[in-house]
């Protein structure tokens, strides 16, 4: 069956520093999304991208579709206290019904 | 307002008990998910309903049976509960049944001793 991925699972970065996860589908996606996990809480959708080698920006946040749509990378720019949590993303499996979502990185900053 | 919203948020019960958790979307939302964080943080589906109707069952033991009285609610009850069944349980919801997205619950963490 479909598997998502990403790497690194954890990353420590001091603040200020960027940090950067990386996504990886064993199938072509229609669409890749992006979660973000606060400590104690529940996933926040932040992005869905759709196009091929689309690069979309969110303030220090930058997400990019790959050219064949099997991966994708979230890039965080001079990391915060605030950036911490998990960050998850998700792709529909070929059914078009149900996101798969890859394991996560956890992002620690250090103050 | 609170869009997706789960009760209990926390449930600790002992084995072979049943228990039950309840969801509700204020959204207008169609579909309505149920998912499971272990403690690895993996996020895992279990089931989906679009308006009122269960489109995916994975490979969730029987023990686990949803119900959907309407598309703004999804019940999740657990019978014959075991240690394995400890986790944090989400609720969420998506406009249809494609794979558009999703807005997640507060989620119910359930211990199991």
């Known amino acids: 069956g479909q598997q998502v991925m990403q790497i690194p699972q954890y990353q420590h970065v001091q603040e200020g520093e960027d940090f950067t996860t990386y996504c990886n589908s064993s199938t072509t996606l229609s669409n890749i999304q992006w979660y973000k996990q606060r400590p104690g809480g529940h996933p926040v959708f932040l992005i869905q991208?759709?196009?091929?080698?689309e690069v979309k920006k969110q303030k220090r946040l930058t997400f990019q579709f790959g050219e064949a749509k099997k991966n994708s990378s979230l890039h965080i720019t001079a990391t915060q206290t605030t950036d911490v949590g998990t960050y998850f993303c998700?792709?529909?499996?070929?059914?078009?019904?149900?996101?798969?979502f890859g394991g996560g990185t956890r992002l620690m900053v250090k103050p | 307002d609170t869009a997706v919203s789960q009760t209990p948020k926390y449930l600790v019960t002992q084995m072979g008990n049943d228990k039950s958790i309840k969801c509700e979307q204020n959204?207008?939302?169609?579909?309505m998910y149920w998912y499971k964080q272990d403690s690895k943080k993996f996020l895992k589906i279990m089931f989906s309903?679009?308006?009122?109707?269960l489109i995916i069952n994975e490979t969730v033991p029987n023990r686990f049976s949803p119900k959907s009285p309407d598309k703004a609610h999804l019940n999740l009850h657990i019978n014959s509960l075991e240690l394995g069944d400890s986790a944090v349980y989400f609720c969420?919801?998506?406009?249809?049944w494609g794979p558009g997205e999703q807005y997640f619950g507060p989620g119910t963490r359930l211990t199991v001793t």
């Open positions: 959204l207008g939302h169609d579909t």
């Open positions: 991208l759709v196009k091929s080698g």
């Open positions: 309903y679009n308006n009122k109707e």
């Open positions: 969420a919801s998506s406009q249809d």
């Open positions: 998700a792709g529909p499996n070929n059914a078009g019904n149900m996101l798969t």
